[in-house]
């Protein structure tokens, strides 16, 4: 092939391809606020699937928030608030079908493969900006958790945390909260998963993790032998509550959103906190500040 | 077309035939035509591509996702803090690796069968850690060994990190070095021994100098490499480059810090990379006929 001729054929080949892989602009108007009940009907909602509300979640999903590693089962919090708002918006519990979200894979760019990802997501305003989320479905605490006889054991204000060497999980607002508000001497432990701090913490490479309240209690009494709450840590303002989390610009946002508030109005949440999520609160236990 | 650098008359009174500069100044205008076309053939390249990719529809959501030139600056420090640990643990872990490396190259290479049990075990050494996924040996030193709980070892993660990246990495390291002891020509061997020097003495002052000369490029690849795996051991729950622009990722969703930390890796690298291929060739170790002429 002469020069010339390659070239062309690479420019084209170029603009070929290019505008090959370009796909269909995706509408991004703001999303239409429902004016009344029914622009959140059934059949008027922008689904993934007609006919199918497709959540996602990260694998492993961990208790308290699933149950056994199966989101399908209707147990644990999440996947049973999940079923309610798939309820409320008038899906049957088998038109719910659940796929594997990774939690990075939640927020990246591009279309997503599932109409809400419920992933013990925290609500920010920096996040809104990649992502929409449902109002809060979960009011988060943050605790401290620790093993008998470790140096934090005894600690009653967040300064008796200062000298520890505590972990968190990566992503997660504990660490937010545990680099901002406990300020530790030390660098924090970060992990991928808790799993892996509290498996740091059995080796005595920790002397606590930082985690929100109900997985503390989980940990507590399902992880640990000797695990103990060492107690609440002081929020940083506002509430910080865990949201749906939907595609940036989403349609279906405002009929998520409503869904969440009914289930709220109507006592649903509480109902579901109870059943599911250890509903004794370290507030007795608060650090203070 | 004269050439105002070439004078017409050397001193020596020598000037080039008519036909001898007609030569000169076609070659030298085809060295500028060439210059000319590969410059305006990268141009058009580079359009089309910048062109093309900016056209595409979801151009500006990648471009404020991940080239957010504000948020870069932003998360620059946390990053460089955690790149600065990937920098302590592959300097450390280098140095080690290069001692434990050469020494089971040179235990595979002992030749007579006193010392068969030695050869056996560098051999049996480096199966081993070469097939063993390198995240299965820093978990299972990171977090088996304080799970043990015995007295007197330490259980900062970044320690048993470190010690798994050199015990894997020793292993390649080895196969490098043994390749180049190997490409040693016997004759070498034999000419060191005839001149009176011991085993040792060859090893030392024949045989390993013109190995590690002939390795170096490959030795290179593996510190390359040995520098961006040193941030697997952020499984163990250090704060590592990777996991520093991770933690940054998660306050807003913003991938630009994972960016900021590729900028960083490649700029630590293509400075060391160059300092070696300059030395390497100002010493002549390049060619196995002992550099150029």
């Known amino acids: 092939m002469n020069p010339r001729t390659a070239v062309a054929v690479l420019a084209a080949a170029l603009v070929v391809g290019i505008t090959a892989c370009a796909p269909e602009d995706e509408s991004s108007g703001a999303a239409p606020t429902p004016s009344s009940a029914d622009a959140c009907s059934k059949d008027k909602l ?15 999903a961990y208790e308290p928030w699933f149950s056994g590693d199966d989101p399908t089962n209707g147990k644990g919090f999440e996947s049973a608030v999940t079923y309610a708002v798939a309820a409320k918006l008038g899906f049957g519990k088998d038109q719910v079908k659940w796929q594997t979200v990774q939690f990075n894979a939640a927020f990246a760019p591009g279309p997503k493969k599932f109409d809400v990802d419920v992933n013990q997501i925290s609500i920010s305003e920096e996040r809104r900006k990649a992502v929409d989320f449902s109002t809060g479905y979960y009011d988060v605490d943050q605790a401290v958790i620790t093993t008998a006889g470790s140096k934090i054991a005894q600690a009653r204000s967040i300064g008796d945390l200062a000298d520890a060497k505590l972990g968190a999980q990566v992503g997660t607002t504990s660490y937010t909260v545990l680099r901002d508000v406990v300020k530790p001497k030390q660098t924090p432990g970060v992990f991928d998963t808790n799993d892996l701090a509290v498996q740091a913490l059995k080796n005595k490479q920790l002397d606590g993790i930082v985690v929100d309240l109900p997985t503390g209690f989980y940990m507590v009494n399902a992880q640990l032998d000797d695990g103990q709450i060492v107690g609440q840590l002081p929020g940083g303002g506002e509430t910080e509550q865990f ?35 250890t509903t004794e609160t370290a507030s007795g236990r608060e650090l203070t500040r | 077309m004269r050439n105002p650098d070439e004078p017409a008359v050397t001193a020596d009174g020598w000037r080039p035939s008519r036909l ?56 620059l420090p946390v990053v460089a803090q955690g790149l600065w640990l990937n920098i302590r643990v592959m300097i450390v872990c280098a140095i080690l690796i290069v001692i434990f490396g050469l020494t089971l190259a040179i235990l595979r290479t002992l030749r007579g069968p006193v010392f068969f049990p030695l050869r056996m075990f560098a051999a049996a050494y480096t199966d081993v850690f070469r097939e063993l996924p390198l995240l299965l040996v820093i978990f299972l030193l990171g977090f088996g060994v304080p799970a043990l709980q015995l007295r007197g070892l330490p259980n900062q993660a970044v320690i048993w990190g470190g010690a ?26 034999a000419a ?4 009176g020097l011991t085993h040792r003495q060859t090893l030392r002052f024949v045989v390993l100098p013109q190995a590690v000369r002939r390795v170096m490029p490959p030795l290179l690849n593996d510190f390359v490499s040995l520098q961006k795996d040193s941030g697997l051991i952020a499984v163990l729950g250090v704060i590592d480059a ?3 622009a991770q933690l940054e990722t998660a306050e807003d969703f913003n991938f630009t810090p994972y960016v900021v930390a590729g900028i960083l890796f490649v700029a630590l690298t293509i400075p060391l990379t160059r300092l070696t291929d300059y030395v390497a060739r100002r010493q002549g170790w390049y060619g196995g006929g002992g550099g150029p002429v």
């Open chain 2, 20 to 75: 001898q500069q007609e030569r000169l100044a076609y070659r030298r205008r085809q060295t500028v035509r060439s210059g000319l076309i590969a410059g305006v053939s990268t141009v058009v390249v580079l359009v089309l591509v910048v062109v093309g990719i900016g056209s595409t529809p979801g151009w500006p959501r990648v471009r404020e996702t991940f080239f957010d030139v504000d948020r870069g600056w932003e998360a």
């Open chain 1, 243 to 277: 949201g749906f989390v939907l595609e940036k610009g989403s349609a279906l946002t405002p009929c998520v959103s409503q869904a969440v508030d009914a289930l709220k109005n109507d006592g649903t949440l509480a109902k579901l906190r109870q059943e599911h999520l």
């Open chain 1, 46 to 60: 922008a689904l993934k699937t007609p006919g199918t509300f497709t959540a996602g979640t990260d694998k492993p």
């Open chain 2, 242 to 244: 990777i996991r520093a």
């Open chain 2, 192 to 195: 060191a021994r005839s001149l």
């Open chain 2, 164 to 189: 798994a990246l050199v015990l894997t990495y020793s292993s390649y390291v080895a196969e490098v070095f043994r390749a180049g002891i190997e490409s040693v020509h016997p004759s070498q061997r």
